[in-house]
Every structure is written in structure tokens, then in C-alpha cells.
């Protein structure tokens, strides 16, 4: 398998305050991701 | 319908319609047509491929769904953001860099112009009779109820969507899915303030009570449709086929003012997706629990055929159904007002005995429903054409809104669906003119005056091939759902073709047109066994991770069989 072709505007600003790189806004998207998972693990818990 | 709410749905359909005719009937320029103005911020390049993806099916079908069986759709999006993830840090950039103007044209770049034609073919037949069921879905849900004639709703939804889109091209798709979207998010907004304020207390937890609110299930289990682990597998396969090589997505995106506008874009998708779904979804669950309380919820939702058996030769089979279903109704009643009163007083014991009551009396009623739907199928072969569960959401918007209401919200149907259907035929138009026509006529890429009048052409022949096939799979039973489960069959393989070509540079192009081709025998050998042999049928989405996987593993072999690089250049794709 080739090596991945990440562009090297990952690394570049991406105009959003708070995040330096794309790799962070990434993060935080993938994080908030997380985040929805287990409040809905929690949602259906709680009223199931 | 009033003349107050023709006045809203007509008003806000053929102005917005106009609007993006008339803001962009000067559009000659080929990146404009094709692209979209190169002056399109994130926040309309989001909004857009929101518009494009969410049909009327979303808005009609869904809340009906989760009605019937809950909120477990919602795991279908969990692929999503991470496919778009992928999608912004792979795909975007290359696309972009190249200057494409479609995903398949990058095909062609990469590997040779048989892997692009076969690209571009499995988009335009796939895609070709979506844009015909786009229109045909909503149009018979809306022609039943509303008692309009089936034909010439399709067809003036057809050609309200074809005029603007051949006008303006993607400048136009854009510029009018920004207020298509607005009418639709206030619309169900509207709904489901309106909903909440009909529902007596504790409504959230009697929809839990009765099994609606189950948003999450980690059961390892191949054969049920939705769990946490198909929807993030299967669903990112699934999401990174769609948003990754489908023309009618890329075409959103590709044309941004910057790289940037593209990715925040669709970052702007991978985090408000999911809420707006579970809104819908819940939407569905609540619309659930205010029919409980209601002393005249239909047997069928579909009651314009439902009335027509009542008062046929097979009236009192039907009649006999519909008194069954009143005295469960009633007894249902009685046992939901004992739950309630069991949890108040706080007694966990007694609370779960009166639940169980409750879940049985549930069960009870859904059997008569399921058998009332099957004499309603065998009276009538226009009954098996839509599920009733469709019907749900349209009966609660016609019969417990106020007028003006009612207007608006027809109007989030029509808005959805040309929303959707533009994007669609301004993908077709621009895959047959730049990765079909342009193929065999290349002496005249250059000359961009008849490109933009060709685009328009073949915009205006996918509209009419989409019009004339909403018309005759009127004639057809089924048809909706074979159709969608069929669409989901074409996406592995293509999806296998381009992950070959970021990931895997030593692989040429007959190798990857025959694993593709091998690849879509293997996806369709699978789902007809499981149809020929239901004990062993897997969920769906399980098609994308296993279609792609067998593209990418036989393009590996047949390479090493046939040796050397038998694509086209190298294209770069790092800086």
C-alpha cells in the first residue's frame, strides 16, 4: 500500500479561530463524533 | 388545503424557483456552469450538499420510520463524519489540485479512459433513476392525500426543477438550495413545536417505555439492519462512496472559492448531520406517543384507500379490522394511563408490572395493524406501492396544523425534492457532457460556448428520462424499495476503483476495471443469495465494506498476474 497521500495543506491554517491545523479541526470533528455517540449510549439508557 | 396555504406553497416554490432562473439566466461561462460561481463560501457549499443528500423521503419517510420502529436509524449516520473526515484530507485536495470537473475525469487521469467510462456509466444509471424516484416518491404520498392527479404533479415538479437547472447550472442548484433549505428547516421546526405543544407530560419517557427511544444497540450481529458497529463500518463505507465519488455530491464542493470553503463545508456536514437526523427521528418517536392519546388514530394512515375498502364489496372484513383496532385502542389507553400512575408513585415493582401490561397491549395493536395492511395489499395493488408507515407525518400536518401551517409544510416536500433532484440532474448533465461526450469528441473541449449548451441539453434530457420514469414506475409495485436497495448495490465496487487509485499507485488500469467488474459480481452474488436464502441475508450496509475490500484485494492479484503499470501517467497527490 502506498503511502498515504495526505495533501500538505493539513498542516496549513485553516482560517477558524481556535485551530492552528486541519489535523486539529479533524480531531475536534472526530471528537464531537465520540462525544454524540455516548450521549445517545446515555439518551437510550436513560429512557429505555 | 385553503387558498391561504396554496398562496404559501406556491408562493415560496415557484418564487424560489424564479429567483435562481432570473439571478443566474446570464450563465455562459463552462467553470461557472459546471462548478458553481468560484466565489461560494463554506456556508453554501454546506448547506448545499445538505440539500442535495436530504430528499423528500428524508422530511415524508423518516419521522413515519421512527413511528413504526424507532430511533435506530439514526446509527446509519455514524460513518458520516469520519467519512467526511477522510473525504476533506484525500479526495478534496485532489480533486482540486487536478481542476476536474467531475470524479470520474480523475479516473481517467489516473488509471485510462475505459476505468472512467465505467465510472461514469455505473453513476449515470444509478443516479439516473434516483433523479426518477426523487420525483415519483413524494409525488404519490402528496397525489393520494391531497387527491391531486399522480402525472401532472410529477411532471410540474419535474419541470420546475429542470427550468432553473438548465438555466443557471450549479450557480443556480446553489443559490436556490439555500432558500429551499431555509423553508424546510422552518418548516420542520414549525412541526415540531406545534407537536410538542400537544403532548401532555412525560412523553419522552412513555415513547421510551414502549421501546421508541433505543438509539444505540451494540449487538454484534450481522443480521440486524441497524446496530452501532453497521453504522460505523458499513455506513463509512457507505458515506465515503457517496460524498467521495458521487458527481452529485463532489459537484457541491469541488467548486469553492478555496480548498477551504470545500473542507469547512463539509466539516459543516460531518458535525450538524446527526443532530438534524435524530431531530427528524425523534420527531417521528414523539408523533408516536401523540397518537397514543388521540381517541381516533387510524388502523391505516393511508386512509384515502382504507375508505375506498371500507366502502367496497370487502367492506365489512375491513369494518370488523376497524372496530378490533378501537377496542385495543381504548384498552391501550387504560393500560398507559396505569403506567403512568405506577411511575408516579415511585413503586419500581409496580411500574414495571404496568409496563409490561402496556408493551403487551402494544403488541396486540401492532398485530392488528400488520393484518390489516395485508387484506389492505390483497383488496388493493395500489396499497403495496408506499409503506403506511409514509403516510404518518402527511396525516399529522393535514390534520392537526393550522392553515398557512399546512402550506409551509407542503412546501418543505416540494422544496426537498427539487432541492435533491437539481443537484442530481446537474451531475448528470455535466458527467455526460464531460466524461461521455467530450470522450468521444475531444477536438471540442475547447470550445466552451457549445460545452455550456451541451451541459444544457443533457441537463434537460436527465430531467425528461427522470419525469418519464416517475410516470411509468407508477405502473409498477415495489418498485421505491427494490430500487434503493438496488442504488446501494452500485457503490462498493466504485468506491473500491478510487481507493485503488489514492492508495494503491503500482496498480494500472485493466487490473482495476476487471476487479471492479469481479468486485460488482461479488456484491450481487451476496445480496441475491441472502434474497434466494433469508436465513443468511446480512444487513445491507455490510455491501459497501466487503464490495470495496474484494475491488481492492483482486486489483492487488491482478496486477501481479498481468505486471507493469497498465494505467495512464502518474498524477500527483501530495504537494
Given at each position: 500500500?502506498?503511502?498515504?497521500?495526505?495533501?500538505?495543506?493539513?498542516?496549513?491554517?485553516?482560517g477558524?479561530?481556535?485551530f492552528?491545523?486541519?489535523?486539529?479541526?479533524?480531531?475536534?470533528?472526530?471528537?464531537?463524533?465520540?462525544?454524540?455517540?455516548?450521549?445517545?449510549?446515555?439518551?437510550?439508557?436513560?429512557?429505555? | 388545503?385553503?387558498?391561504?396555504?396554496?398562496?404559501?406553497?406556491?408562493?415560496?416554490?415557484?418564487?424560489?424557483?424564479?429567483?435562481?432562473?432570473?439571478?443566474?439566466?446570464?450563465?455562459?461561462?463552462?467553470?461557472?456552469?459546471?462548478?458553481?460561481?468560484q466565489?461560494?463560501k463554506?456556508?453554501?457549499?454546506?448547506?448545499?450538499?445538505?440539500?442535495?443528500?436530504?430528499?423528500?423521503?428524508?422530511?415524508?419517510?423518516?419521522?413515519?420510520?421512527?413511528?413504526?420502529?424507532?430511533?435506530?436509524?439514526?446509527?446509519?449516520?455514524?460513518?458520516?463524519?469520519?467519512?467526511?473526515?477522510?473525504?476533506?484530507?484525500?479526495?478534496?485536495?485532489?480533486?482540486?489540485?487536478?481542476?476536474?470537473?467531475?470524479?470520474?475525469?480523475?479516473?481517467?487521469q489516473?488509471?485510462?479512459?475505459?476505468?472512467?467510462?465505467?465510472?461514469?456509466?455505473?453513476?449515470?444509471?444509478q443516479?439516473?433513476?434516483?433523479a426518477?424516484?426523487?420525483?415519483?416518491?413524494?409525488?404519490?404520498?402528496?397525489?393520494?392525500?391531497?387527491?391531486?392527479?399522480l402525472?401532472?404533479?410529477?411532471?410540474?415538479?419535474g419541470?420546475?426543477?429542470?427550468?432553473?437547472t438548465?438555466?443557471?447550472?450549479?450557480?443556480?442548484?446553489?443559490?436556490?438550495?439555500?432558500?429551499?433549505?431555509?423553508?424546510?428547516?422552518?418548516?420542520m421546526?414549525?412541526?415540531?413545536?406545534?407537536?410538542?405543544?400537544?403532548?401532555?407530560?412525560?412523553?419522552?419517557?412513555?415513547?421510551?417505555?414502549?421501546?421508541?427511544?433505543?438509539?444505540v444497540?451494540?449487538?454484534?450481529?450481522?443480521?440486524?439492519?441497524?446496530?452501532?458497529?453497521?453504522?460505523?463500518?458499513?455506513?463509512?463505507?457507505?458515506?465515503l462512496?457517496?460524498?467521495?465519488?458521487d458527481?452529485?455530491?463532489?459537484?457541491?464542493?469541488?467548486?469553492?472559492?478555496?480548498?477551504?470553503?470545500?473542507?469547512?463545508g463539509?466539516?459543516?456536514?460531518?458535525?450538524?448531520?446527526?443532530?438534524?437526523?435524530?431531530?427528524?427521528?425523534?420527531?417521528?418517536?414523539?408523533?408516536?406517543?401523540?397518537?397514543?392519546?388521540?381517541?381516533?388514530?387510524?388502523?391505516?394512515?393511508?386512509?384515502?384507500?382504507?375508505?375506498?375498502?371500507?366502502?367496497?364489496?370487502?367492506g365489512?372484513?375491513?369494518?370488523?379490522?376497524?372496530?378490533?383496532?378501537?377496542?385495543?385502542h381504548?384498552?391501550?389507553?387504560?393500560?398507559?394511563?396505569?403506567?403512568?400512575?405506577?411511575?408516579?408513585?415511585?413503586?419500581?415493582s409496580?411500574?414495571?408490572?404496568?409496563?409490561?401490561?402496556?408493551?403487551t397491549?402494544?403488541?396486540a395493536?401492532?398485530?392488528?395493524?400488520?393484518?390489516?395492511?395485508?387484506?389492505?395489499e390483497?383488496?388493493?395493488?395500489?396499497?403495496?406501492?408506499?409503506?403506511?408507515?409514509?403516510?404518518?407525518?402527511?396525516?399529522?400536518i393535514?390534520?392537526?396544523?393550522?392553515?398557512?401551517?399546512?402550506?409551509?409544510?407542503?412546501?418543505?416536500?416540494?422544496?426537498?425534492?427539487?432541492?435533491?433532484?437539481?443537484?442530481?440532474?446537474?451531475?448528470?448533465?455535466?458527467?455526460?457532457?464531460?466524461?461521455?461526450?467530450?470522450?468521444?469528441?475531444?477536438?471540442?473541449?475547447?470550445?466552451?460556448?457549445?460545452?455550456?449548451?451541451?451541459?444544457?441539453?443533457?441537463?434537460?434530457?436527465w430531467?425528461?428520462?427522470?419525469?418519464?420514469?416517475?410516470?411509468?414506475?407508477?405502473?409498477?409495485?415495489?418498485?421505491?424499495?427494490?430500487?434503493?436497495?438496488?442504488?446501494?448495490?452500485?457503490?462498493?465496487?466504485?468506491l473500491?476503483?478510487f481507493?485503488v487509485?489514492?492508495?494503491?499507485?503500482?496498480?494500472?488500469?485493466?487490473?482495476?476495471?476487471?476487479?471492479?467488474?469481479?468486485?460488482?459480481?461479488?456484491?450481487?452474488?451476496?445480496?441475491?443469495?441472502?434474497?434466494?436464502?433469508?436465513?443468511?441475508?446480512?444487513?445491507?450496509?455490510?455491501?459497501?465494506?466487503?464490495?470495496?475490500?474484494?475491488?481492492?484485494?483482486?486489483?492487488?492479484?491482478?496486477?501481479?498476474?498481468?505486471?507493469?503499470?497498465?494505467g495512464?501517467?502518474?498524477?500527483?497527490?501530495?504537494?
Open positions: 500500500m502506498s503511502k498515504l497521500p495526505r495533501d500538505s495543506s493539513d498542516n496549513e491554517a485553516p477558524v479561530p481556535i492552528r491545523t486541519w489535523r486539529g479541526v479533524y480531531l475536534f470533528v472526530a471528537a464531537c463524533f465520540a462525544a454524540m455517540v455516548i450521549a445517545l449510549t446515555v439518551f437510550t439508557r436513560f429512557y429505555a | 388545503m385553503n387558498a391561504l396555504d396554496w398562496f404559501v406553497l406556491l408562493g415560496t416554490m415557484i418564487g424560489i424557483a424564479a429567483y435562481g432562473t432570473w439571478r443566474t439566466r446570464h450563465t455562459d461561462n463552462l467553470n461557472t456552469y459546471l462548478k458553481g460561481n466565489s461560494t463554506w456556508g453554501t457549499i454546506g448547506i448545499s450538499v445538505m440539500a442535495t443528500q436530504a430528499s423528500t423521503i428524508t422530511y415524508l419517510s423518516l419521522p413515519g420510520q421512527a413511528y413504526e420502529n424507532g430511533i435506530a436509524f439514526i446509527q446509519n449516520y455514524f460513518g458520516l463524519p469520519l467519512a467526511l473526515i477522510v473525504v476533506c484530507a484525500v479526495f478534496l485536495p485532489i480533486y482540486r489540485k487536478l481542476g476536474v470537473y467531475t470524479a470520474y475525469e480523475y479516473l481517467g489516473r488509471f485510462d479512459q475505459k476505468t472512467r467510462l465505467l465510472g461514469a456509466a455505473l453513476f449515470l444509471l443516479r439516473g433513476i434516483q426518477g424516484i426523487t420525483i415519483y416518491a413524494p409525488a404519490i404520498i402528496l397525489a393520494t392525500v391531497l387527491g391531486w392527479r402525472d401532472l404533479t410529477i411532471i410540474f415538479t419541470l420546475l426543477a429542470i427550468v432553473y438548465v438555466t443557471g447550472g450549479s450557480a443556480a442548484v446553489n443559490l436556490t438550495q439555500r432558500w429551499q433549505v431555509a423553508v424546510i428547516f422552518g418548516g421546526i414549525t412541526a415540531f413545536v406545534v407537536l410538542l405543544v400537544k403532548l401532555p407530560p412525560d412523553s419522552a419517557y412513555l415513547a421510551g417505555a414502549m421501546g421508541k427511544l433505543q438509539a444497540d451494540f449487538t454484534p450481529n450481522l443480521k440486524l439492519r441497524y446496530t452501532f458497529w453497521s453504522g460505523v463500518l458499513g455506513g463509512f463505507f457507505l458515506s462512496s457517496y460524498f467521495g465519488t458527481q452529485s455530491q463532489v459537484q457541491r464542493y469541488i467548486g469553492g472559492a478555496a480548498l477551504r470553503e470545500g473542507r469547512l463539509l466539516m459543516f456536514n460531518a458535525l450538524f448531520k446527526i443532530p438534524m437526523q435524530f431531530f427528524i427521528v425523534m420527531l417521528g418517536a414523539l408523533l408516536f406517543v401523540f397518537y397514543q392519546f388521540q381517541p381516533d388514530t387510524p388502523l391505516i394512515f393511508n386512509q384515502t384507500e382504507w375508505r375506498r375498502q371500507v366502502q367496497g364489496p370487502e365489512e372484513t375491513f369494518r370488523a379490522l376497524d372496530t378490533k383496532h378501537r377496542e385495543l381504548a384498552d391501550k389507553q387504560v393500560k398507559i394511563r396505569a403506567w403512568v400512575a405506577a411511575r408516579d408513585s415511585g413503586d419500581p409496580a411500574e414495571m408490572a404496568a409496563r409490561t401490561a402496556l408493551v397491549a402494544q403488541k395493536s401492532e398485530a392488528t395493524r400488520k393484518e390489516a395492511r395485508a387484506t389492505l390483497r383488496a388493493s395493488p395500489d396499497a403495496k406501492k408506499t409503506r403506511d408507515s409514509d403516510y404518518v407525518f402527511i396525516t399529522f393535514l390534520t392537526q396544523l393550522p392553515h398557512g401551517v399546512i402550506g409551509l409544510l407542503i412546501a418543505v416536500m416540494f422544496a426537498s425534492a427539487l432541492s435533491s433532484k437539481a443537484g442530481e440532474l446537474n451531475a448528470l448533465g455535466t458527467t455526460s457532457t464531460i466524461d461521455i461526450w467530450r470522450a468521444f469528441r475531444p477536438l471540442a473541449a475547447a470550445d466552451e460556448p457549445r460545452n455550456v449548451r451541451n451541459a444544457k441539453w443533457f441537463t434537460a434530457l430531467g425528461a428520462f427522470a419525469i418519464g420514469f416517475a410516470l411509468f414506475v407508477s405502473f409498477a409495485e415495489n418498485l421505491i424499495e427494490a430500487l434503493n436497495t438496488v442504488a446501494s448495490i452500485f457503490y462498493p465496487a466504485l473500491g476503483v481507493v487509485a489514492f492508495f494503491f499507485k503500482r496498480v494500472g488500469g485493466s487490473a482495476v476495471f476487471y476487479a471492479a467488474i469481479g468486485a460488482q459480481a461479488v456484491v450481487v452474488g451476496i445480496f441475491a443469495y441472502g434474497k434466494f436464502f433469508p436465513k443468511h441475508e446480512i444487513g445491507y450496509l455490510w455491501l459497501n465494506p466487503i464490495g470495496c475490500a474484494a475491488c481492492v484485494i483482486f486489483s492487488l492479484v491482478l496486477q501481479a498476474v498481468i505486471g507493469g503499470r497498465t495512464g501517467p502518474p498524477v500527483p497527490t501530495s504537494a
